[in-house]
């Protein structure tokens, strides 16, 4: 019976999930910030919502009403609304949540929670303070929790004011991130990725797979997601951000839900299926070998405010694709571009001919 209800799915960019859910065989309704034409294009129904950082409890719950229209139906959550996720517990009763408890969430969203937790697993992390720092303010950071993708991260320089952040000190390291699909108990890896932000900002511009590390440094992530996941009953499909240099690496973050780098999972299909079923507790005890080639998911950012032209051609690289006549502000997302080549390298190249091509699409707003 759960099998056969709809997928109700709230998140900032719900594509990848959406075309997820609909390859397992689920209905899927979407409520994101931009419907993109890709998005539209598997969801039954589909609504845009306000920007989330002006999102309300109130928009939260009109939008899954209207989409549900009363109707049964599994609510499953994306990126970018961590900050409200003690709404879960507030769901209509036709609505079955399908995710991390709040209990949950809340240790792992909340930094006076969250990095007490990894002192009390003993495991590093950059310093933190919550109170802005006396000295040597260009060699710390300001980030939110809350945030997504680097968007809320800036020098501790540029800030003026606080809300619910906290100060991070700035280490020298490789950015990268470990998939793993979790049970509450166990933990199984379904890769390792490198980060890399756009030149001198701390937004994500790229995901790139594999990541080589040595063994060393794998046992030791995997037994810091299995310490986290035991002390947090973490379940699903999950993701830690961290910084490393030679065999040592700091946590950065846990982000209890999708992320970008699941979309270079080679099978997709039993994606979607693998994170409900590491909900119920099940895991797989062996996932397919990931092929050997290279992978590359990049954002292409807009150099200039523009309008996406009448009848744009994108590359078959290219996801989250706006509709003609969308206004894009300058920095702002225009598309995901995703690569597969036999080298990073190779990735590289493919890549800014994709740039090219995608900017073709654009007209800049005058």
Request: proline share 4%; charged share 15%; glycine share 4%.
């Amino acid at each position: 019976m759960q099998r056969q209800l709809p997928i109700l799915i709230f998140a900032q960019s719900a594509r990848f999930m959406a075309e997820s859910a609909t390859l397992a065989g689920y209905s899927v309704w979407v409520a994101d910030c931009f419907c993109d034409s890709d998005t539209v294009a598997v969801a039954q129904r589909h609504l845009t919502i306000p920007s989330l950082s002006t999102l309300t409890a109130t928009d939260f719950f009109a939008a899954i009403e209207t989409l549900s229209r009363g109707e049964p139906c599994q609510l499953v959550i994306g990126t970018g609304i961590e900050q409200l996720y003690p709404l879960i517990e507030l769901l209509p009763a036709n609505i079955l949540y399908l995710g991390n408890t709040v209990q949950t969430l809340s240790l792992l969203r909340q930094a006076k929670s969250f990095f007490p937790l990894l002192d009390s697993l003993k495991l590093a992390y950059p310093s933190i303070q919550f109170q802005r720092p006396v000295r040597n303010h260009a060699t710390w950071l300001y980030k939110d929790l809350s945030g997504y993708g680097g968007q809320s991260i800036q020098s501790a320089l540029t800030v003026s004011e606080t809300t619910n952040g906290y100060y991070q000190a700035f280490i020298s390291g490789q950015s990268a991130s470990v998939l793993f699909l979790a049970n509450g108990e166990h933990t199984h890896v379904l890769g390792y990725n490198r980060l890399v932000n756009v030149k001198n900002q701390f937004r994500l511009a790229e995901i790139r797979t594999p990541l080589n590390l040595s063994n060393q440094l794998e046992q030791q992530l995997q037994k810091a997601i299995n310490s986290i996941t035991q002390a947090t009953k973490l379940k699903g499909l999950c993701s830690l951000d961290f910084i490393f240099a030679d065999n040592a690496f700091s946590i950065l973050e846990i982000n209890p839900r999708f992320s970008a780098s699941a979309e270079l999972i080679s099978h997709h299909a039993q994606l979607f299926q693998w994170h409900l079923n590491a909900l119920n507790g099940e895991i797989p005890t062996n996932t397919l070998n990931l092929p050997d080639s290279a992978r590359l998911l990049a954002f292409f950012y807009a150099e200039q405010n523009s309008v996406v032209i009448d009848h744009p051609v994108w590359p078959e690289s290219c996801h989250d694709l706006p509709a003609a006549g969308s206004y894009i502000q300058q920095g702002s997302p225009v598309c995901t571009i995703i690569i597969e080549a036999e080298t990073h390298a190779d990735c590289q190249q493919a890549l800014q001919k994709q740039h090219l091509l995608v900017q073709q699409n654009l007209c800049i707003d005058s």
